[in-house]
């Protein structure tokens, strides 16, 4: 069974900095890796995210791109996201989704329990 945790959510002012960490169990084979975050009231939206490689390619979301940065640690299958400059409209939960696969299930997304981020103004 695959399982992500994450962690490293917390309450800080704005212009501060967090550094979230999602930990992959159940797999060693780990596709593309990513980060979301949902807000009060509004949809899931991409945070980050980034291929497996030697070169691997980063995508972020607009409203991040610049303050936050995306790291993955392929034998720790971890993938951290570095939040810089915070700003209070970035307060949400914040899930990890990676794409991995296992003999029994093939190729899957699976998604994290979610760790909550609080911006203040």
Known sequence: QVQLV???GGL???GGSLRLSCVVSGSTILNIMGWYRQAPGKERELVAEMTRGSA???TYGDSVRGRFTISRDNAKNTIDLQMNSLKPEDTAIYYCKVN???PST???YYWGQGT???VSA
């Open 6 to 8: 994450e962690s490293g």
């Open 116 to 118: 909550q981020v609080t």
């Open 106 to 108: 093939g190729s899957q």
């Open 100 to 102: 991995a696969y296992t």
């Open 12 to 14: 800080v002012q704005a």
């Open 56 to 58: 691997p390619t980063t």
